[in-house]
Structures are given as structure tokens and as C-alpha cells.
């Protein structure tokens, strides 16, 4: 099993940053792709960024340029860097983690073994 931890959320104006942390504990060999997604009230949970194995990433176009998924060498951690975030972005973002033996990005949320508790971000206009 895999625990994921997720930190950084908080209250942000519009057009600052947050920066988010995923910590896996337990079987992390298992841990090939990760994810952030991230679920507004009313509205699915939708797929930010993902990366690979690897190190290849993907990000849904409404993020392109200004968030950036990373992992760290240990490939137990991710992190989201957030810039420029707009009054319509406040939502729980929670980390994913896929146990499926790929070197893709995973971009279904199916396919994620794993979720964190999730952590708030808060956009102020």
C-alpha cells in the first residue's frame, strides 16, 4: 500500500502562487506515474499535470505556462508549482500515483492506485 500526503495548499490573490508537495510513504517502489488533479465544488475532479516515470509530463491546456509538475530523485515525492493563479481556480487539489508499470504519462483517472486527502487552494479575486 501507499500512503500520499499532500501539503502547500492555502489562500493565494489572484495572480500569486502556491506551490504543492505529494510525500508517498509505504510500498513507493510500487510508484511509477504520477498525478494533481484538482475538484471544484459541483464540478469532476479534472487532471492538472501529470509525469512520468520517466520525467515526461503533461498538462491540461488551461494550465499550460503557468503550473509545472515535478518529481523528486527519489521519485517519492511531486510537487505543483502554481503562478498566476486566476479567481476561478480555487478547488482541492489532491496527488495521484499509478502503480502501472508504464513510462507514460497516466492522463485517466482510473488508472491512478493511489489518492492523497487532498489539499485547499484559495484564489481571491
Known amino acids: 500500500q501507499v500512503q500520499l500526503v499532500e501539503s502547500g495548499g492555502g489562500l493565494v490573490q489572484a495572480g500569486g502562487s502556491l506551490r504543492l508537495s505529494c510525500a508517498a510513504s509505504g510500498s513507493i517502489f510500487s510508484i511509477n506515474a504520477m498525478g494533481w488533479y484538482r475538484q471544484a465544488p459541483g464540478k469532476e475532479r479534472e487532471l492538472v499535470a501529470g509525469?512520468?516515470?520517466?520525467?515526461?509530463?503533461y498538462y491540461a491546456d488551461s494550465v499550460k505556462g503557468r503550473f509545472t509538475i515535478s518529481r523528486g530523485n527519489d521519485k517519492s515525492t511531486a510537487y505543483l508549482q502554481m503562478k498566476n493563479l486566476k479567481p476561478e481556480e480555487p478547488a482541492m487539489y489532491y496527488c495521484?500515483?499509478?502503480?502501472?508499470?508504464?513510462?507514460?504519462?497516466?492522463?485517466?483517472?482510473?488508472?491512478?492506485?493511489?489518492w492523497g486527502q487532498g489539499t485547499q487552494g484559495t484564489v481571491s479575486s
Open positions: 495521484a500515483a499509478s502503480g502501472d508499470y508504464t513510462f507514460a504519462v497516466i492522463t485517466t483517472l482510473d488508472r491512478y492506485d493511489y
Open positions: 509525469i512520468s516515470s520517466s520525467g515526461s509530463t
